[in-house]
Structures are given as C-alpha cells and as structure tokens.
C-alpha cells in the first residue's frame, strides 16, 4: 500500500521558519516527480512547489518563491519544504503528492498519490 505521510507541520510566528518532510512507503518514488500543495479553509488546493526525479529542477508559485525550498532525499524516499519568512498568508494544511512521471507539474490532477496533509499555521 503506497502512502505518503507529510510532517512537521506546527504552529509559528511570522516571520519565522518550518521544514516539512514527507516520506514515502509502499514503493520507492526515486524515479518520480513530487510536490507540495496547500489548502487554506475556504478556498481550493492550490500549488506551491514541484521538484523532478533526481532534484535537478524546481518550480515554485510565485507567493512562495525566493522563501520556500523543496528538496529531496531519494535513498531516504522523502522530500521536504523549508519555509522561511512565513507569513500569515501561509496558514494552510500542506499536502505531499507524487506523479507517476520524471518531469515536475503545477497541476493538481497530473499527482496520482496524495498524503494526508500537515498544517502549518503562522500567526501574527
């Protein structure tokens, strides 16, 4: 059974930092495309950064670039997301996704496995 398990999600101030991680089980994802989504309450599920199979290309919304990185440890079959300077506009639950292909995506539709997500809430 394929999961995907999203962590270190918490509760900070703004301007401050999280590093979420999501490991994988159930088969390894070294050859696949993973990302990171988030959901605040009321709206939809929205992209937030994407990474290809061997870490050598990222693609980040532009409300989070140049604040987030996603990265990925294939021995360990996990990816993460560092976030500095929150802010409160991040409060969301974060969601890992993998796609069954190499190349990165911002659709939400191309991810075929999805965790159950970690919130991350930054107050002000």
């Known amino acids: 059974q394929v999961q995907l398990v999203e962590s270190g999600g918490g509760l900070v101030q703004a301007g401050g930092s999280l590093r979420l991680s999501c490991a994988a089980s159930?088969?390894?994802?070294?050859?696949?495309?993973m990302g990171w989504f988030r959901q605040a309450p009321g709206k939809e599920r929205e992209f937030v950064a994407a990474i290809n199979w061997n870490g050598g290309s990222t693609l980040y919304a532009d409300s989070v670039k140049g604040r987030f990185t996603m990265s990925r440890d294939n021995a360990r079959n996990t990816v993460y997301l560092q976030m500095n300077s929150l802010k409160s506009e991040d409060t969301a639950a974060y969601y890992c996704a993998a796609r069954l292909y190499h190349t990165l995506n911002q659709r939400r539709d191309e991810y075929a496995y999805w965790g159950q997500g970690t919130q991350v809430t930054v107050s002000s």
């Open positions: 159930g088969r390894t994802f070294s050859d696949n495309a």
